[in-house]
């Protein structure tokens, strides 16, 4: 029977994380250092000096080979899954991971029918 009782543990955590974050930002205002200065607010990037206006356009190109590699590399933590279960998922699991391998390779194909991997253009 869920009781509010039961929710103590969970409430209870959820306070203390929050504590816990309260607490460090608090802390790290009060204890760090105060040095303000022209220098030191500047923008910094890889220790490289800022040259110029931060909105200058990128090829779309850029991005979409990123996404493109975050939903391909999303696509093989899919296998690990599977490659710990082959065994027991049998013949079901294999049609399955074969379905999910055609659906991806069609999305491939029309990636590269769209000329999305081609930077030359």
Known sequence: MNTPHNY??????????????????VATHLLGPLRKGKRKDETFECGIDVVGNARVPFSVKYFLTAILFVLFDVEVIFFYPYAVNIKSLGIEGFIAVVMFVLFFLVGFAYVWKKGALEWDK
């Open 8 to 25: 103590f543990p969970l409430v209870f955590q959820l306070a203390v994380a929050l504590g816990f974050v309260v607490v460090t930002l």
